[in-house]
């Protein structure tokens, strides 16, 4: 299990750190803190009043997603897609053609278990099922549950026999088991997945206690009553609270309509508070595509982030600040990697990760409490910069438009998208506004805490499944650059 402790902490050094202005600046202006424009924008940035009842009613989700030919929309809560960085209109859906067949979009065949339904074993039992696919076979994981908790393993193909999936499992307790199997194909967009199970079994002359040994360390802690470990989650509302629902909330902003950067249109997306170590600034972990606009080039205004917004008094996302448990919170820039600022999506889709920083002062709350610091008002949630591991069961969360003001959750084992190489949940079927939310690898549902290892960041057109960018030494090199002393910009565009 990645701990905290094994964070990646290695700091990288010569990042170059360019600061770019968002809007217009005046001609002659003097210049700015390491070469920046004034920020003479700033004034538009008036916080929650700002966001009127008629400008929230006309926010929309900013979900990116891609069609058959490859090409990036904006996908609207009515389901329409507008063209980005293009004037291509979508084309016409696709008809179903019936269900799939095997090796075109079917998951894998599982078929001969041992144990069978109904089985005896030992205390020592080597757990196998037969499992094929068209596409070929990308993970196997096998599910035990004593009845009060579940542990998941990721078996092996056998030697001799590349169908055969084991895992051999040692000191079982005696009783009642089942077991679950899902396996995950190599087909494109992420792969399919099935599920066979549960699978009841007994342990006959087991050991005496009541529960089975501890998991190897690189499975995940057992899941809470809120979350079945062994199910594949679509798109349900997080019932298991903890530090990730007060960490994570609804992100207000705005970006350009045209390049003249003359009218703005309203969004919303979904972010993340998150351990950053220093004194005076908090940080809010989102999706690039809600902080910078790769087509007309400029930062978001008007930012408006809303923690644990699904634990509010009023009926829905409002204006009102003093309904919400922590208020709401006025980031003062937004920081990015260059590589997704200099090309458009989805050629830049592994970088579609950023950072909102946040004054640690009164000036940044709204609201009638005297909070002071964000990230020491929420439970901050750690960020893994290192490796994360396929097939292990991950949460991703977000805020959902549709379902105001309900927060959002969907779950399942992580594989690899193979066109782009991005983390992929084949499954996942987040609505709209989910974008930026964290995926978690692995979820202690017991405190909701874990480590953020991704992203909500795009989909395919018509399709299940969500694309997660790696966060990787580079999207370390970007958070280290958070600090910088450019408190007269709007954003920070940084070279890694």
Known sequence: MTTRGHMYRTTLIGAAVVALLVGATSVGAQAGPNGAAPDTAASVDRGASYWTPARRA???????????????????????????????????????????????????????????????????????????????????????????????????????????????????????????IVARDNAKRGGNTSTKGPISFTVTGGSTGTTQPPPPTTQPPSAGPCDDPTAIVVNTSWSCGGEVQTAAGRIYFEMPANQSLKRWNGYVCSGTVVQDGLAGTSVILTAAHCVYDDVYKVFAQNVLFIPNQAGTTGTGTDRICDNDPFGCWKPSRGVVHRNWTTSTFPANIPWDYAYYVVPDTKAAHLGTETYTSLDGTVNALPVNFGTRADGRRTHALGYSYSDDPNFMYCAEGLTTEQTYSDYWLPNCGLSGGASGGPWIQPMNTTNGSGDIVSVNSWGYRGSPGMGGPPLTTKAKCVFDARDSDLTQVRGVVVTC
């Open 58 to 180: 006309a926010a929309q989700p900013r979900d990116l997603v891609i069609d058959e030919r490859g090409l990036g929309y904006l996908k609207r809560a009515d389901g329409t897609l507008e063209p980005y960085g293009h004037s291509v209109a979508a084309a016409p859906a696709k008809p179903q053609a019936g269900p799939p067949a095997p090796g075109d979009g079917a998951g894998p065949d599982i078929t001969v278990l041992s144990p069978e339904y109904g089985g005896e074993i030992g205390a020592d039992h080597e757990f196998q099922a037969t499992v094929t696919d068209g596409d070929g076979v990308k993970s196997v994981e096998f599910v035990l549950n004593d009845g009060s908790t579940s542990t998941s393993y990721l078996a092996s193909s056998a030697t001799g026999n590349s169908d055969v999936y084991t895992y051999q499992v040692t000191g079982l307790a005696g009783g009642d088991w089942t077991w679950t």
